[in-house]
């Protein structure tokens, strides 16, 4: 099996990705593939290069990853898994801190350590890179460079830990989905997995009807009235016009459910669009840092 | 009166402001003073070395600008207007074409020409800046650098429009916020205004009370039974923990209406906290693009 990740290696998607194996306890000899960015990561998903993908959807500091929600919307795929990592960024260098010129990391990165960068580098150049892991990589080929990223990339590009835990909250967390390509058939996660149904969670995208006051209430309603634990709702421009928006909606139960079944066919009728994207295992978070492999 | 915006010149916040001060009719001899970015114009206005200020909020393609949801809950602040100024990205250097290695700009510019980095300039250096107009004002440095920022900018830093148009979709628009210090009154900004009463919006931020299912339900309901229109909601990590948010709310109505008031006295009941934003003229935005000025 192989599996798509944002690379190169040392990056936090590898960490979900070997994280979320283990929990499987597959028996399948399992790969990883590189790649540059999310963009790509979620491509090699689609056209099958990869079995499955492992990308970031949300972060504790900076929210929601902007392009990952883009491309859930915009391509055929299916989530069959989540997997929240524990995330401390250090600020590594194969030189001093006084060499310090150009600050690089990941957009989501720069803004998880925005007081911090502010604080220490105010005149810094700050550039960003399709992952941390890239940016590790980058910064040893100057000692003028550092990179905002994982412990694991200093062993792997042979920086030095200048300032570890450098992000603006000590509580930080990541959450990954795993996904998978969507061949007209939600995955059956279900069956696969030893859960009882209350540990699964479901994901769904929808535009409302446009000139409906209240059609927000009317959809909340619909879980709302059957004791649907709603875990998320995420607004995401539609691209369209501003003040336009589709609903990113999480909530607990699997698809299977018959009062799920029911919530769904009936928001349908109502909505302008429901877009399915997969009932699967909910993580279940342990909300500590730690910093043992 | 002063009036803190991001700067340098030729950024879509002076724009804005702009736009107000000419909707305003104000007699005032105005001024405008240039921060470097977001965090340092907020500032500005929390301490009053200005008298109000400019910052964006929301973009049609990229969503909010998380940096200023955060700034509006950690800091005193009242919004009493909003502008739409439409959004037309150019790559803009010194140098032609082909010289170009790095890229530089705002995030929020950035993604908004996400597709377009990726198509032409994948293995480009990507740095960040302050706001769109520093970028340009950097670019005039070094002809293998390119700005993305406003068409004015090309102007203002003696830069060349190298491609005209660059987001990623054509249709793009930035909503900013106006705001003042709050000193533990809400502006009035109606008594100030010649506006009908339906032609102002009101924002709140709100925190749910936990463990309490359907408590987002019961918010939304506070407004739909009352026939107030939803215009806009966006969750934001509350940064305790992954899965905790911030609800920010946009309404139709004003603060001095009764039925107003009696949705939020009825809100503040029943949720963990909230805070006022202000009750502001809403902006009529025009749904097109203009190259003049």
Redesign the interface.
């Known amino acids: 099996m192989k599996i798509g990740v944002l690379g190169p290696k040392g990056s936090y998607s590898e960490k979900a990705a070997k994280q979320w194996i283990m929990e499987q306890e597959t028996k399948n000899i399992v790969s990883l593939e590189y790649y540059d960015d999310i963009?790509d990561t979620i491509s090699a998903i689609v056209d099958k290069t990869v079995d499955i993908g492992v990308v970031p959807i949300?972060?504790?500091?900076?929210?929601s990853v902007?392009?990952t929600l883009d491309m859930l919307l915009g391509n055929d795929l299916n989530i069959i898994g989540e997997i929240?990592v524990p995330i401390e960024h250090c600020l590594l260098s194969r030189g001093e801190l006084p060499d310090i010129r150009v600050i690089l990391s990941h957009?989501q990165a720069?803004?998880q350590c925005?007081q911090f960068i502010?604080t220490h580098f105010k005149n810094a150049?700050?550039?960003?890179?399709g992952s941390t892991s890239y940016a590790a990589k980058l910064a040893n080929e100057f000692k003028e460079m550092a990179a905002i990223a994982s412990r694991e990339s200093a062993q792997v590009y042979g920086l030095e830990i200048l300032i570890p835990n450098i992000q603006?909250?000590k509580?930080n967390?990541?959450?990954f989905i795993v996904t998978e390509a969507y061949d007209g058939v939600i995955a059956d996660t279900r069956t696969k997995s030893p859960l009882p149904e209350d540990d699964f969670k479901t994901s769904i995208i929808v535009y409302l009807k446009k000139d409906r006051?209240?059609a927000?209430?009317e959809l909340?309603?619909e879980?709302?009235k059957r004791?649907i634990?709603?875990?998320?709702?995420?607004?995401?421009?539609s691209?369209?016009?501003?003040?336009?928006?589709l609903f990113y909606i999480d909530f607990a139960g699997h698809i299977g459910d018959a009062i799920i079944k029911d919530a769904l066919d009936n928001i349908t009728l109502n909505v302008g669009m429901l877009k399915m994207l997969g009932s699967y295992p909910a993580c279940n978070?342990e909300?500590k840092n730690s910093n043992d492999e």
Chains 1, 2 share one sequence.
Do not use: C, M, Q, W
């Open positions: 963009l949300e972060n504790s500091i900076e929210g902007g392009i929240v957009p720069l803004a925005r502010r150049e700050i550039r960003t890179t603006d909250r509580e967390h990541t959450r006051p209240g927000l209430y909340i309603g879980f709302a004791g634990n709603l875990i998320r709702i995420e607004s995401r421009p691209k369209r016009e501003l003040g336009d928006y978070i909300y």
